[in-house]
């Protein structure tokens, strides 16, 4: 397993180099600059504002520049707003985290649980009615779907108020956040679970009356969650950095509306930042859920 490891990581850095040429090299091909402005500055400022972060100097110096200070762990300084922006992930991301981990665990409880049962009641009214409302969360946007959280319990109920520094207002987004995931989940883990339930040895166990809850949360679950352990990977990096959308909707601050933002405003510093953190959090994400494999099922070997 160690030499696995290894060679996941060595590729991990190759792939995130890659990934830092692409957009380095995909952002400056775009017309416009961070200092171009309605009301633009004195041909002075903006030369000594491009001198001093280097965007005077040609494409291929600049991101040797950026990669020499990048490996000295230097992600730069906003050209915006003149904030570290290594401070600035790690405050956005505090945010975006703890409600990505909510979210996250009630995805993958919610999902297994109506997964199994729907495996479990097939073809039965249960079934149908888990199969119809995790077709209909997978369809719906999640932007969709966070505005009509908002329009509703927060316009018309009014159960919980629209600006709150408090708890409250992790509820819809941690709901917004969770129901796509949620739903994928449930379809993966059914399938997956029907798959397992006519296996041998599972016809063997309800042959000798083991109880149906023994047979499936106990024997057939673990066999069914390989595939389920394969989307967690990615879908805990995804919702663990927020929703761009959906943080922009609830105003929460996260990484996502930060990302949005540097996007806007064509910070390329906080671009690059974003990019390279989000890249390094969903390889080792990748790369724990690869692992985990063996947990779950010993047989499984790394080459």
């Known amino acids: 397993m160690a030499k696995y490891a290894i060679k996941r990581l060595v590729l991990a850095i190759v792939s ?18 961070p200092f171009n402005k309605e009301k633009a500055a004195s041909p002075a400022v903006q030369a000594v504002l491009e001198e001093r972060f280097h965007l005077n100097e040609p494409v291929g110096t600049q991101f040797f520049i950026y990669m020499g200070n990048l490996l000295h762990g230097d992600f730069g300084v906003s050209l915006k707003t003149g904030r570290d922006i290594w401070q600035t992930i790690s405050e956005s991301f505090a945010v975006s985290a703890r409600i990505g981990f909510f979210a996250m665990l009630i995805a993958l409880l919610v999902g297994v649980v109506m997964g199994s049962l729907a495996a479990l009641f ?8 888990i199969v119809f409302f995790s077709t209909l969360a997978t369809a719906v946007p999640s932007f969709v779907m966070a505005s009509l959280l908002l329009l509703v319990f927060c316009i018309q109920l009014k159960l919980i108020p629209v600006w709150s520094t408090s708890h409250q207002s992790y509820v819809l987004p941690v709901i917004a956040l969770s129901l796509y995931p949620m739903a994928y989940i449930t379809r993966l883990t059914k399938t997956s679970m029907l798959d397992v339930l006519g296996q041998d040895y599972v016809r063997t166990a309800k042959a000798k009356g083991v109880s149906w809850f023994s047979m499936i949360f106990k024997h057939a679950l673990r066999n ?9 990977g990615p879908m805990t990096a995804s919702i663990m950095t927020g929703s761009l959308v959906v943080e922009t909707i609830f105003t929460i601050g996260g990484l996502g509306s930060k990302f949005v933002d540097s996007i806007t405003n064509r910070d390329y510093t906080m671009i690059m930042g974003t990019t390279i953190f989000l890249a390094i959090l969903m390889v ?7 692992l985990v494999y063996k947990l779950v099922d010993p047989r499984i070997k790394f080459e």
């Open 16 to 33: 995130i180099f890659i990934i830092c040429a692409i957009t380095f090299f995909a952002m400056n091909a775009i017309p416009g600059g």
């Open 284 to 290: 080792l994400v990748n790369l724990l859920s690869d």
């Open 122 to 129: 097939r073809n039965k009214l249960p079934d149908r009615l």
């Open 224 to 232: 069914a969650l390989i595939p389920v352990i394969t989307y967690v």
